[in-house]
């Protein structure tokens, strides 16, 4: 153990060129050394921009995902749930194309 910390003491003494001997001087070794690490490990939070826009417009038309989500599950085979969403379009007064979409929609699942 002797060994040890004089091995502790002369390498202190290369690196600073403060010859501290005994406990003080390891105990005064490790603080430097935590305050080393400390300085290593630090990492500055950053801040999240704030979201200030409206993703509604990045999304799209609802009717028109709803029609891509119909065609998507008619692929799939689900085609019960592809005729609950056709149905609720129908409800919500869609336009023309809408409406000619849907029939289409709707023969492709029929036949």
């Known amino acids: ?6 091995n ?3 390498e202190f003494f290369f690196l600073t060129g403060v010859y501290l001997e005994g ?5 005064f070794g490790i ?3 935590s305050l080393l690490l400390s300085a290593i490990r630090y990492e500055k ?3 999240l921009p704030a979201i200030t826009s409206d993703i509604s417009n990045e999304i799209g038309d609802e009717r028109i995902s709803k029609i891509n ?3 998507s599950l008619i692929e799939m ?3 019960k749930e592809a005729k609950r969403l056709l149905a609720q379009l129908l409800q919500d007064n869609p336009t023309q194309e809408e409406k000619r ?3 289409n929609l709707f023969e492709k699942i029929n036949s």
């Open 1 to 6: 153990m002797d060994n040890f910390l004089l």
């Open 69 to 71: 989500l119909s065609r």
């Open 31 to 33: 603080l430097i050394f």
């Open 8 to 10: 502790l003491e002369t």
């Open 23 to 27: 406990v003080s001087g390891l105990v």
């Open 77 to 79: 085979g689900q085609e």
């Open 45 to 47: 939070k950053q801040e």
């Open 101 to 103: 979409l849907v029939s």
